[in-house]
Nanobody, 126 residues
Framework: QVQLVESRGGFVQAGGSLRLSCVAS????????MGWFRQAPGKEREFVAAVTWNDGNTYYAESVKGRFTISRDNAKNTAYLQMNSLKAEDTAVYYCAADNPTGYSPISVPDEYDYWGQGTQVTVSS
């Protein structure tokens, strides 16, 4: 089992920045693919960003590309999501997710991830 604990989100004005962190425990962190997803009221959970476990490649949703950066620190068992130039439409509950994929596993599909954090609210005022 893997436990994921996210940092507190927050309230920020449009154009501002916020960094989320996700600390993992219970399994070798370096073997975990880490992802961030978000869910706005009345909408489905959507992919934001992910970083692979083996080569550290990063992937982003088109809506956040160029504004958000995902990273990981294996020594601290922590994944980060740096969010810059925030927009009102970024308002959502953000979730950290992890899994240890074997074989083909689409990186942006929520069902591919086995472990989830509790979620943290990010509110961007326009």
């Amino acid at each position: 089992q893997v436990q994921l604990v996210e940092s507190r989100g927050g309230f920020v004005q449009a154009g501002g920045s916020l960094r989320l962190s996700c600390v993992a425990s219970g399994r070798t962190f370096s073997n975990l693919r880490m992802g961030w997803f978000r869910q706005a009221p009345g909408k489905e959970r959507e992919f934001v960003a992910a970083v692979t476990w083996n080569d550290g490649n990063t992937y982003y949703a088109e809506s956040v590309k160029g504004r958000f950066t995902i990273s990981r620190d294996n020594a601290k068992n922590t994944a980060y999501l740096q969010m810059n130039s925030l927009k009102a439409e970024d308002t959502a509950v953000y979730y950290c997710a992890a899994d240890n994929p074997t074989g083909y596993s689409p990186i942006s599909v929520p069902d591919e991830y086995d472990y989830w954090g509790q979620g943290t609210q990010v509110t961007v005022s326009s």
